[in-house]
């Protein structure tokens, strides 16, 4: 434990262990998680820069600043019999559990190649093991809660994977899921991404414990851990523990990722609450930054290569630009087709 | 030769329903509120946990919310969950799970993922239960598209429209009511469904049809038997699914009989009687002879005192008031 006082608030965060991890995970593997992290930070600045452009409609939450987070998760637990579950923010996780950046880009354009045919935009992508990206804030969690319980139900490895935010702390669903969670032994880890706003209200203003997660899980006699949000191997040596744990005991964990949100809460939030140098405080731990710094220090990346995994990221996103906007719309003909499953 | 027949009440078709889906697929389970060691709050389940154990037939704190919740994210990862909200006016509880999620997701993920759920429960009136507890929710989830909703009448629709709703692929709104849990009826001893979207005509008649659907029809039994002794021949259509509605059924009867009344338990500002005689409007207009009358309850919420809350509702006299005046008839 490494006791850290974040704006103001004392958190105990699980150790980084960064040395092990390094020694112990594959060369190539790291630089592929630098890459994935570069093409989420790069898919969202493209995003966002067409929605600018009127070519992306309705509601846009950049992940910006968490990448560490999810990336961490789906490194550390594995995408195969786990159900994954997140809110609107939810163009990271999509990618790193499968979607390809050509369907995640042409659902933004609204286009039939989109991941889910043009109808769910980008609150609402999905993969084979993920469930969504969900619009109402902490309504998802009691659906990951019965992804859990259905793991139980049907005696299968894996474990249910669910991130909120901050904000979501203070809605019923949330506290429900957690009494239910512990009550009948539920393999569910739900992990809340604290970026400190729930859109312009600051998490001091919404919530009345602080640190949420170490206050919260003793209510409801589950464990909790909390990790440094911006580090990739805080967060990454945390799901680790925590995958092993909820394999052993069977019981639901409570995760904080402490962490900042570089953007507004949607692409029209111009978050004029914080100011300016706060901000450029916050971008200077830049969680990809910090992460490639690392593989430097330690030898496993030079600047050059990163700088040229930046550039072909850019270009895979450029050409899902393209795939996006060569993409024909839905026809209106298929407008009412697909309310019903067969 | 004759198929073998057994006495059931409605809530034991409702428990072989549940129960022969239960043998047929691992994957159906039972959750709610009382649902297993209290044996059902109105004994729906009865007996249940003892044949199938705690796993399949579960008992929750009271969180709708969340146990709704939980039962969608089960469907939408392989098992087949029922819901039983001991009220459908508690199921405003959990009406973000039901209205954002299990009605949605389906089309939202472009497919990707189905909702196969029951919900079911009591819905509307029961004896003097008042204004939270007597709501009638088919008006509220009729609204909104990717539910189909069900309302049978009597038992034996009831068992084969339940295993029916548990065998679609679809969120199901299944609607019963508790002044019909003991009625009494021969049904098949043998398996049997009854197929979603098929309303019936259960009496026929030349002079005027009646549409309506659930507890009504037992009201309109009665109005019929009383229009019958003044020589006026009711058609009534129960509808069974009221969505989709079975409008093929409905329109052939108004070309028949050119008088159409619509009785519905639930309030007539944007109810299921303003969309059925709507859509009658739209498509037999030519055959109407005419205007569509519509008995609801009255824009109230449902009073505690027993006049009050019988004056409230759709009753014999009003039904058969309503049938008179649309033929023109003095009563």
Not at chain 1, 52 to 62: C, L, N
Request: glycine residues 8%.
């Amino acid at each position: 434990m490494v006791r850290k006082t974040v704006y103001g608030v004392e958190y105990d965060f699980f150790d980084a262990q960064t040395d092990k991890w390094i020694k112990r995970l594959d060369k190539n593997n790291l630089i592929d998680t630098l890459k994935r992290m570069l093409t989420i930070r790069n898919f969202e600045i493209r995003a966002e820069s067409a929605y600018q452009q009127g070519k992306v409609g309705g509601f846009f939450h950049a992940y910006m600043g968490q990448e560490a987070i999810q990336t961490a998760a789906v490194d550390a637990i594995g995408i195969r019999d786990n159900w994954w579950i997140t809110t609107y923010r939810c163009h990271a996780l999509a990618y790193l559990l499968g979607a390809h950046p050509n369907e995640m880009m042409a659902e933004l354009y609204g286009k039939i190649t989109g991941n889910a045919l043009g109808r769910g935009g980008s609150m609402h992508l999905y993969a084979d093991r993920l469930l969504g990206g969900f619009g109402i804030v902490g309504g998802h969690v009691p659906i990951a809660t019965g992804a859990a319980f259905s793991l139980k139900y049907q005696k299968q490895n894996g474990v249910a994977l669910c991130f909120l935010g901050d904000g979501a702390v203070a809605q019923g669903a949330v506290h429900e899921s957690l009494n239910l969670a512990s009550l009948w032994d539920l393999p569910c880890i739900y992990v809340i991404e604290n970026n400190r706003w729930g859109m312009g209200t600051a998490v001091d203003r919404a919530i009345c414990v602080q640190p949420i997660a170490q206050n919260l899980s003793k209510s409801y006699d589950i464990a909790s851990y909390t990790f440094d949000g911006m580090d990739y191997f805080s967060c990454y040596n945390g799901f680790h523990h925590v995958h092993e744990e909820v394999k052993k005991i069977g019981r639901p964990v409570l995760v904080e990722a402490v962490t900042e949100r570089f953007r507004g809460h949607s692409i029209s939030d111009p978050g004029l609450y914080r100011s300016k140098q706060e901000l450029a405080e916050a971008k200077s731990r830049d969680p990809i930054f910090l992460f490639g710094e690392k593989l430097k220090a330690y030898q496993i990346i030079t600047q050059e290569h990163i700088d040229e995994l930046g550039k072909q990221q850019k270009k895979l996103i450029m050409a899902s630009i393209k795939f996006a906007e060569d993409s024909p719309h839905p026809d209106p003909i298929t407008l009412e087709e697909g309310v019903f499953a067969p | 030769m004759s198929k073998p027949m057994q006495e059931v009440e409605m809530r034991d078709a409702l428990r072989q329903a549940i129960d022969e889906e239960m043998e047929r697929s691992k994957g159906v389970y039972l959750m709610g509120e009382e649902v297993a060691e209290y044996n059902g709050a109105y004994k729906v389940s009865k007996g249940l946990l003892e044949k199938w154990g705690p796993e399949r037939v579960v008992d929750t704190p009271i969180a709708e919310n969340g146990f709704a919740g939980l039962c969608i994210g089960a469907a939408m990862t392989g098992l087949r969950p029922i819901v039983e909200f001991m009220s459908f006016n508690f199921s405003f509880v959990a009406a973000d799970q039901l209205i954002s999620n299990a009605c949605k997701i389906y089309y939202m993920s472009g497919g990707r993922f189905s909702v196969p759920i029951v919900f079911r429960g009591p819905n509307g009136a029961a004896a003097q239960v008042s204004c939270q507890h007597s709501h009638c929710v088919e008006a509220i989830y009729g609204n909104l598209p990717g539910f189909i909703v069900l309302f049978p009448s009597n038992p034996h629709d009831a068992k084969g429209l339940l295993k029916a709703a548990i065998r679609s692929n679809n969120p199901v709104i299944f609607l019963e009511n508790e002044l019909d849990y003991g009625m009494k009826m021969q049904i098949p001893t043998e398996e049997y469904l009854t197929p979603i979207g098929e309303a019936k005509m259960v009496r026929e008649g030349k002079d005027i049809t009646l549409v309506s659907y659930g507890r009504m029809l037992s009201h309109c039994m009665q109005a019929i038997d009383a229009l019958a002794k003044r020589g006026i021949q009711v058609e009534l259509i129960d509808l069974r699914t009221i969505k989709p509605l079975d409008l093929p059924t409905i329109a052939q009867s108004v070309r028949k009989t050119h008088f159409c009344v619509v009785v519905e338990e639930g309030h007539i500002f944007t109810g299921i009687s303003a969309e059925v005689g709507f859509q009658i409007q739209e498509h037999c207009f030519d055959d109407l002879d005419a205007p569509i009358y519509r008995v609801c309850q009255r824009e109230t919420p449902l009073p505690y005192a027993r006049n009050m809350e019988i004056e409230s509702q759709p009753n014999k006299d009003r039904i058969v008031s309503a049938v008179l005046r649309t033929l023109h008839l003095r009563s």
